[in-house]
């Protein structure tokens, strides 16, 4: 005899590793799909009871992730989990292996873990707005664009700004293709990073904003700060940075 449960997950697979759904999963998503780039409504995503152990869920929903880089004094850069393990390999399909649906579930979970940092997570407070009045993504240099064929931080805002209710505004351009930023000092990361960013004029009028800078990964926190200055030339406040991981 078939459960409330095996009629609810009939043909439904996990969002991370496609794998029917068996166990009663803890977290539910709401519907979304990706198609050019563009969000739309379609079945109910939901994530394995297997992918959430391997994602080390349980201390993901317990644990508030913040981290204080040398570089941002004043910007909270609030992140998932730790690039390795399986959100190392999540992030690496998404840029890598272009499987674009996977910024859906990986939004999601930023979401949560964004709720989780101002505390909206009970009922009580759930319904109270979030400070921020724009979700920026990173950009990406208008080649690196042509190569991929999408900006994996742009996935990540519409989700977020989907889901959170927050217009997503694409108020900085990349000017510059810069080198990989992995294998250079801290100084080498700062001057191939200056001047690679600037305020998109046509948003400009947008400033005196609260903002939060989308990204898929913080390591050193160059680019968020390199942002940050430019957003805060133009009067914006309040800025926050939100990543998968660090
Ligand atoms: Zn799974």
Redesign the pocket.
Known sequence: MKTIWDRLTKGKT?S??Y?NLQKINKIFYPPYSYQDNNLYLTDIHY??Y??LQKLDTLSFLTNKFTHNFDNLPQVPVIYTGSYKGYLKDLIIRLKYFKERELAIPLGKLMAVTLMKYHEKSSLKNIFLSLPYDYIVPVPLHKERLLDRGFNQSFLLAKVLSKELDIPLLELVNRSKETSPLKDLSKEGRQNELSLAFTLNSKKENNSKSRILIIDDIITTGSTILEITKVLEKSGCKNITALTVSH
Request: charge should be negative; charged fraction near 25%.
């Open positions: 996990c991370l590793c794998e994530i394995c297997e992918c």
